[in-house]
């Protein structure tokens, strides 16, 4: 059976559609139709030529979807963060996964800008354009310095100029770099003062962003086009930065991360139930004639899909229960009130629910992938089935910042120690450890120490007053203090 052929899918009395609005459930159909026609076709041939999938959203442009959670005074959808959840689910399961990831990045640049476009009309030119323009956005948070540690950019740095800002930017990892028509960049602040806690984001078009030749190469999600970029001094107009100085680290937390680790555990489920759609077909209609049975009438293989199927419902309805919570903390998704209120930030809250769906949502996707190609046999292990895309593109969620590591160690480290344990930006020396260290040290090593931290052989200890009530101060020779402590304690 060919990819592109049509068969039958795990039935709709699987879904949870009481979640859904009936316009909710009349766009998926609407969304479903245009997979069928448009992405799931185009997405087999991206695979292949590593296009980049505009084609895919124009098709999602027609449906308004590129202002899906866009209030409609801006000319959006106004919809919310279950439909959200809806969309980038049945993109990924009848549609393209890598213009799952392209719309997932595209949404998450457009949130950032929804909560600080009060009044700000650069931003609101932009929300305007969205789906009439096809206008991509994308949103550049890397560095090449920290990894999948995005929120930490050190090679980075923005300046005030008389007329706006002077933005420095250099990211190793931009989901659509160079083809995005905008970008939503963080950097350190302005004021930056050595603390990486301090950031700032802006507003960067396309032709103020440095991109070499697309030669993004990959395992699978190919048409995804990821790679680095660089915003080399370019300045920008008072109205290009999203929010104020040193409102990056709220915006991550609040705009970004929730809505965004939500819409990709979305996709990922989609990319698992995309599995167990063609492992349905294939078991269903290979014959084992000398038995008589099916390969879907084998114990084994109703196990495999009953199991895999179970472990997706339960991370669906995760995900789903988390954009239920998003919603109800933000009045359904109301972007307008953060204008009304800009210290209004209810999804900070829930974070750390959204961590745990990113990573529940990757992780089955890998066994399911795994047990779907087990449950085809040799069929599966054929391009011609459409299995062993799936199983390269399914592998990406894990290693996406981010990786299951990181929200594994966050969970863990959070719950048995509190939240203020993270540290994000390494500010809080871990005394323990530091001393436990120290005590490893000769008396020769700790002086070295010393004078390395100190970065000098000198240094100042305190002032005196000379006869003429000048203030002098004294400074002090650490080398003969760490030889003579005695003479040190004399003085």
Known sequence: MAEAEAFDRIGADW????????????????????????????????????????????ALASLGLLALHVPKKYGGLGENHVCVAMVLETIGRYGCPSTALVYTMHLLSVSALLFRAEGNPEIEAVLRRLNDDVFIGTASYSDPETG??????????????????????????????GFADFYVAQTSSPDFNGDFANLSVFLVMKDEIVTGESNWSAMGMRGNQSGPIEINGVEVNKHRMVGFPGDGATSNDEALDPIGLTMFAASY????????????????????????????????????????????????????????????????????????????????????????????????VYNVLDKMLQACGGSGYKTSLGLERLLRDGKAGWVMGPTNEVLRQFVGKAALLGMDSLDYWNQVPNEGVLNNELKKLDEDAKRDLILGLFEAECVRFGEFTLASGKQSPIYVDLRRVISYPDLFQQV
Request: glycine content about 4%; aromatic content about 10%; charged content about 25%.
């Open 148 to 177: 999948s540690h995005f929120w930490y950019p050190m090679a980075s740095k923005a300046e005030k100029t008389d007329d706006g800002w002077r933005v420095h930017k250099k990211s190793s990892w931009t989901t659509s770099g």
């Open 15 to 58: 879904d949870p559609d009481w979640l859904l609005t009936d316009a909710q459930k009349e766009l998926r159909a609407q969304l479903i139709e245009i997979c069928n026609t448009t992405l799931h076709p185009n997405a087999i041939e991206f695979d292949k030529t590593y296009e980049y999938p505009r084609r895919n959203m124009e």
């Open 269 to 364: 489920n989609g990319i698992a139930l995309a599995a167990m759609d063609i492992a349905k077909g294939q078991t269903t209609r290979k014959v084992h004639k000398d038995v008589g049975m099916r390969v879907a009438d084998y114990p084994t293989i109703q196990d495999y899909v009953g199991e895999c199927l179970m472990d997706t419902e339960a991370s669906r309805l995760y995900t789903f229960g988390v954009a239920q919570a998003l919603d109800q903390a933000t009045d359904n998704c109301d972007w307008t009130r953060h204008g009304r209120e800009p210290d209004w930030t209810p999804r900070t809250n829930l974070l750390h629910w959204t961590w745990m769906s990113k990573f529940i949502s990757c992780k089955n």
